[in-house]
């Protein structure tokens, strides 16, 4: 019990302060322990870090296979669109969204190539998740995309490029950015 509220008390310090910004010392006052007391748990900051951050990417595998599983019951269009929105609202709203984003764009320099070691296997497993819907969709002819996986890597870099806005200007700019980025993005790949 105490091992997961010290991880949810890091999550938090981690996704407001960065791993730079967080000490064990907030931490165990946080779960109302001593400093101490967190090495029976975790060997240090680094392994509390990569504990979260690796839980944090797994949930948010997770529910994207959730929304891929579920997006059958709507077309191609709402479905690719409410998954940018809901990731915009996921991000901002989520503390475990938060701490990853922020994590996969400002990642501690020490750990640098471990956390984009760890950002493009996200990237792939999500590109392997969509590949499949964009490649029914051109199936369907609903698209008129040549490739799926290229479909699918263009959608992803909308996404990022949003995700990245979120950052950067928070809800309202990554809500302007959606609404003028996509219909260009839909324009492109439909018949």
């Known amino acids: 019990m105490t091992a997961t509220r010290i991880k949810e008390a890091a999550l938090a310090r981690f996704a407001q302060f960065g791993y730079e910004g967080t000490s064990l010392s907030d931490i165990a006052h946080d779960v109302g322990i001593k400093k101490p007391s967190l090495y029976s748990h975790f060997t240090g900051k680094e392994q509390l870090y990569f504990v979260c951050l690796d839980a944090s990417l797994e949930r948010d595998l997770d529910y994207l296979r959730s929304c891929v599983a579920a997006h059958e019951d709507k077309s191609l269009s709402s479905f ?15 503390v475990e ?17 471990r956390i984009v070691e760890k950002a493009n296997h996200y ?26 996986e290229m479909a699918a890597a263009a959608y992803l870099c909308l996404f990022d490029g949003l995700m990245i806005e979120l950052q950067y200007s928070g809800p309202d700019g990554f809500q302007k950015r959606l609404h003028a980025a996509w219909p260009i993005f839909w324009r492109g790949i439909h018949i």
Not at 80 to 94: A, D, I, K, T
């Open 97 to 113: 969204a938060m701490f990853w984003l922020r994590s996969l764009f400002f990642p501690p320099a020490a750990f640098k190539d």
């Open 123 to 148: 990237v792939e497993e999500a590109g392997h998740l969509l590949t499949p819907v964009f490649a029914e969709a051109i199936e369907k002819k609903t698209i008129t995309a040549e490739n799926a």
């Open 80 to 94: 690719l669109y409410e998954l940018l929105e809901s990731y915009g609202r996921r991000f901002y709203e989520n």
